[in-house]
């Protein structure tokens, strides 16, 4: 959105949010519309493959303030975790929902981009990073990530560092930041894997025995059927040893 021309728009959403903490939250029903809306529309507009990493770092190499200023080096440690660097100025505004859609983990410096997280994973994570040591002095009270994570269910990671002025650069502790994602990359293995083993036991839980018969219950029935018949024509009980009436009661146990 520019800053420095109005813009015109058809329509215009506005969403109420309550302040708890110095987030800005929103309902939880807001954030299910919002994401089921405009995830769908995102699909329909965006036709070609888009490659949607499941963990991925926001880049604020493009923005105007709050930069991190060893932000290569943070991309590099990063990357070794398998995290993709992503510059929201690059892509669409379908093409950023659908990252989030797709991530389990958004690493980021606080700023607009991470709003995005309203369409992230459900049960995923989201790291901010911030400038100041304290979240209450540097993050004013507003609609932001923190806030969108309470309403969303997504756990949220922030990590402070202890500069004053964030503007227009400021440097992080890249191995502080790198130990924390690698520590939630691994949590999250671990319940995808919790996940996975509980669905194979239910699958185990439902695979009851099958009781395989030799003959098929009217072949059966029908020889039964004529003994008796015979039998009776004879004025016998039924022939050989055993009585028909036995083996008529054997065959219905067999059922």
């Known amino acids: 959105v520019p800053h420095d ?20 939250v929103m309902r939880p029903e807001v954030i299910d519309y919002l994401r089921t809306a405009l995830v769908s529309a995102a699909q329909s507009r965006v036709r070609s493959r888009l490659a949607s990493p499941r963990h991925i770092y926001v880049s604020r190499e493009k923005a105007g303030w709050s930069r991190v200023a060893n932000e290569t080096e943070l991309k590099e440690a990063l990357r070794t975790l398998g995290v993709v660097s992503v510059v929201a100025e690059d892509l669409s505004i379908e093409e950023q929902i659908l990252h989030f859609v797709s991530a389990d983990l958004v690493v980021g410096a606080l700023g607009s981009g991470l709003i995005n997280c309203m369409f992230q994973n459900r ?5 901010e990073i911030f400038a100041g040591g304290l979240g209450a002095e540097t993050h004013t009270p507003s609609l932001n990530a923190a806030g969108i994570c309470i309403s969303s269910g997504l756990d949220y990671v922030p990590i402070y560092h202890g500069h004053r002025d964030p503007e227009p650069s400021y440097p992080v502790d890249v191995e502080r930041i790198r130990c924390t994602v690698s520590g939630v990359l691994q949590s999250l293995r671990e319940a995808a894997t919790s996940s996975a083993d509980r669905a194979n036991d239910s699958l185990e839980r439902l695979s009851l025995p099958v009781t395989h018969r030799k003959e098929p219950l009217e072949s059966e029935e029908a ?22 009436d036995d083996l008529r009661e054997e065959w219905r146990a067999s059922k």
């Open 223 to 244: 020889r039964l059927e004529e003994a008796e018949r015979q039998a009776s024509d004879s004025g016998a009980r039924g022939q050989g040893d055993q009585p028909i």
């Open 123 to 127: 049960g995923g994570t989201l790291i």
């Open 5 to 24: 021309r109005p813009i015109r728009s058809q329509r215009v959403l506005l969403t109420p949010f309550a302040t708890v903490n110095g987030c800005g």
